[in-house]
Every structure is written in structure tokens, then in C-alpha cells.
């Protein structure tokens, strides 16, 4: 199967996951199926959504390093739990089997006939406070002035005392394993080098990323280039926000203001970057 192919397969799925709506919309009692619909954007207003939450990157980027803190907020009124986000990143990042940056969790309610399901994506949670910087005892994870939590891929041992660490279970680690193992070739799509941060990461032998901790950057390699993250500008349902946190006037700090936020498992005191939205 050739890079095309792949990515033609995956857009029928990302299209089937679009049609899960109808079935969301049937398992739940009419007034929240009514609710759900309502909440979700129009085409032209989640496009003109993703040119503001652009032209906001492009300008917290001129600003000096340490005076960005990127953020992130996830309306999960807006989520339907069609993964277009997690595989938008796998094929982003170009991720392996078994590593996966940004999961949908999902939670079955109630009983029958009333019933209904929940999603959560849950990408890393770019800790204030983050837990596996103080585990890893080489210093290859550690937290950027920005905020994000990052991996030197080159310094990293593979211990894997992070992963144990972080209480989001945000981490996976990459164990060289590749989709089309075990076949007469490897596909050229799975020899393609990965962008994370900047570089050009070639999975090889054993070189780095394989034997090494990985994890969601918010696409850092992309917001060096003034672009969003993938899973920003891929969300069918407009249900993902990204921007500096600092930035008073941008379209994050406005959907933060509309109340009923919270993070995930706030309590522990680590200061989740990632805010959601009820």
C-alpha cells in the first residue's frame, strides 16, 4: 500500500467517523441531541475561527519566547468522537504503531433506551508543573519558556520512568515497530522521516526516535512555521482552540471566558495547559 492509497482509506474513515453524528444523535434523548447539533459551527464560522486563531499565532510568534504560553482548550459539546484529530496527527507526525499523540477517549452513560456517549480527546497536557521533567534522570525531558514539554530525542535513554510519571498517560514510547513488519517490504510511507521539532527523525536500526519516549508536542514543528496544529485545523466539529494564553485578546482566552471549564485531574497541582470545556 503506497502513501496515497493509505491516506485515501484514511480519509473514508475520517468520513465514516463524520457520519457517527446521526448515531450520536439517535442514542441520545431529543433535547440533547437538539443541543448537540446547535453547538456545533457553521462551515464559514469555524473557517473564519481558524484564520483568527492564524493570524494570533503569527503574532504571539513576534513576541519573544518567554513571554508566549501556548494553551489549548477542547469544547466537548462540539466533539463527536470521529478521531479525525488522532489520525490527522499519526499521519502528521508520521507515528508508528503503538504510539499515539492525541487518543479519543470514550464513556458509555446510562441505560437503555437512554443512552449516550461522551468523548475526550486528550492530547499532552503541557504541564505547568510537569511530573516526568523531574523523573527522567539523563534531563531529556524538560519544559520550555513557552510552556511545552519536550523530549531531546538525543539524550533520552529510554528508561521510560516519565511515562510511569505523568498521570495522563500522555506518553508512549516508540519500540521500532513499523505497520508493514513482516511483508515482502516496508512501505516507502512508513521510511518517511518524521518533522517532530524541526528535524528530520529517520527510523532506522536503532536510531533516535525508536527507543525513545515520545509524545505531543502541539505540533512545534509547525508552529515554528506559523501554522496551527494539525488537530486544530483538521476538528470536524470546531471543538478544538489553540493560542497564546497571554494574549488577552485571543480567540482562546474569549472561549475560556464562557465559563464551565475545568481540567483533567486538576487536583494533583500540575497546572494542565489543556483546558475543556462542558
Given at each position: 500500500?503506497?502513501?496515497?492509497?493509505?491516506?485515501?482509506?484514511?480519509s473514508?474513515?475520517?468520513?465514516?467517523?463524520?457520519?457517527?453524528l446521526?448515531?450520536?444523535?439517535?442514542?441520545?434523548?431529543?433535547?440533547?441531541a437538539?443541543?448537540l447539533?446547535k453547538?456545533?459551527p457553521l462551515?464559514?464560522?469555524?473557517?473564519?475561527?481558524?484564520?483568527r486563531?492564524?493570524?494570533?499565532l503569527?503574532r504571539?510568534?513576534k513576541?519573544?519566547?518567554?513571554q508566549?504560553?501556548?494553551?489549548m482548550?477542547?469544547?466537548?459539546g462540539?466533539c463527536?468522537?470521529?478521531?479525525a484529530?488522532?489520525?490527522?496527527?499519526?499521519?502528521?507526525?508520521?507515528?508508528?504503531?503503538?504510539?499515539?499523540?492525541?487518543?479519543v477517549l470514550?464513556?458509555?452513560?446510562?441505560?437503555?433506551p437512554?443512552?449516550e456517549r461522551?468523548f475526550?480527546?486528550?492530547?499532552?497536557?503541557?504541564?505547568e508543573?510537569?511530573?516526568?521533567v523531574?523523573?527522567?534522570?539523563?534531563?531529556?525531558?524538560?519544559k520550555?519558556?513557552?510552556?511545552?514539554v519536550?523530549?531531546?530525542y538525543e539524550?533520552c535513554i529510554?528508561?521510560r520512568?516519565?511515562?510511569?510519571?505523568c498521570?495522563?498517560g500522555?506518553?508512549?514510547?516508540?519500540?521500532?515497530?513499523?505497520y508493514?513488519k513482516?511483508t515482502?517490504?516496508l512501505e516507502p510511507?512508513?521510511?518517511?522521516?518524521?518533522?517532530?521539532?524541526?528535524?528530520?527523525w529517520v527510523?532506522?536500526g536503532?536510531?533516535?526516535?525508536?527507543?525513545?519516549?515520545r509524545?505531543?508536542?502541539?505540533?512545534?514543528?509547525?508552529?515554528?512555521k506559523?501554522?496551527?496544529?494539525?488537530?486544530?485545523?483538521?476538528?470536524l466539529?470546531?471543538?478544538?482552540?489553540f493560542g497564546?494564553?497571554?494574549d488577552?485578546?485571543?480567540?482562546?482566552?474569549?472561549?475560556?471566558?464562557?465559563?464551565?471549564?475545568w481540567?483533567l485531574?486538576?487536583?494533583?497541582?500540575?497546572?494542565p495547559?489543556?483546558?475543556y470545556?462542558?
Amino acid at each position: 500500500m503506497d502513501r496515497r492509497e493509505f491516506m485515501r482509506q484514511a480519509s473514508i474513515g475520517l468520513a465514516v467517523g463524520a457520519m457517527s453524528l446521526g448515531v450520536i444523535q439517535h442514542s441520545l434523548r431529543p433535547a440533547e441531541a437538539g443541543t448537540l447539533v446547535k453547538k456545533w459551527p457553521l462551515k464559514s464560522e469555524w473557517g473564519n475561527s481558524i484564520l483568527r486563531m492564524q493570524e494570533e499565532l503569527r503574532r504571539a510568534l513576534k513576541k519573544p519566547l518567554e513571554q508566549r504560553r501556548w494553551g489549548m482548550v477542547i469544547d466537548l459539546g462540539r466533539c463527536v468522537g470521529c478521531s479525525a484529530c488522532t489520525v490527522a496527527c499519526k499521519a502528521e507526525n508520521h507515528l508508528p504503531p503503538g504510539v499515539v499523540y492525541r487518543p479519543v477517549l470514550e464513556e458509555e452513560m446510562g441505560s437503555y433506551p437512554n443512552v449516550e456517549r461522551k468523548f475526550l480527546p486528550r492530547p499532552c497536557m503541557q504541564c505547568e508543573k510537569p511530573p516526568c521533567v523531574k523523573v527522567c534522570p539523563v534531563g531529556a525531558t524538560y519544559k520550555r519558556p513557552d510552556g511545552i514539554v519536550v523530549i531531546d530525542y538525543e539524550k533520552c535513554i529510554g528508561c521510560r520512568y516519565c511515562l510511569t510519571a505523568c498521570p495522563y498517560g500522555a506518553r508512549t514510547f516508540d519500540f521500532g515497530f513499523f505497520y508493514t513488519k513482516d511483508t515482502p517490504r516496508l512501505e516507502p510511507y512508513e521510511l518517511e522521516p518524521s518533522p517532530e521539532y524541526g528535524k528530520q527523525w529517520v527510523r532506522k536500526g536503532h536510531r533516535s526516535p525508536i527507543g525513545n519516549a515520545r509524545k505531543c508536542t502541539f505540533c512545534l514543528h509547525r508552529l515554528n512555521k506559523g501554522m496551527l496544529p494539525t488537530c486544530v485545523t483538521t476538528c470536524l466539529g470546531g471543538a478544538t482552540f489553540f493560542g497564546d494564553l497571554d494574549d488577552k485578546e485571543s480567540m482562546v482566552v474569549e472561549v475560556m471566558s464562557r465559563g464551565n471549564l475545568w481540567r483533567l485531574k486538576d487536583e494533583l497541582g500540575t497546572g494542565p495547559q489543556v483546558y475543556y470545556l462542558r
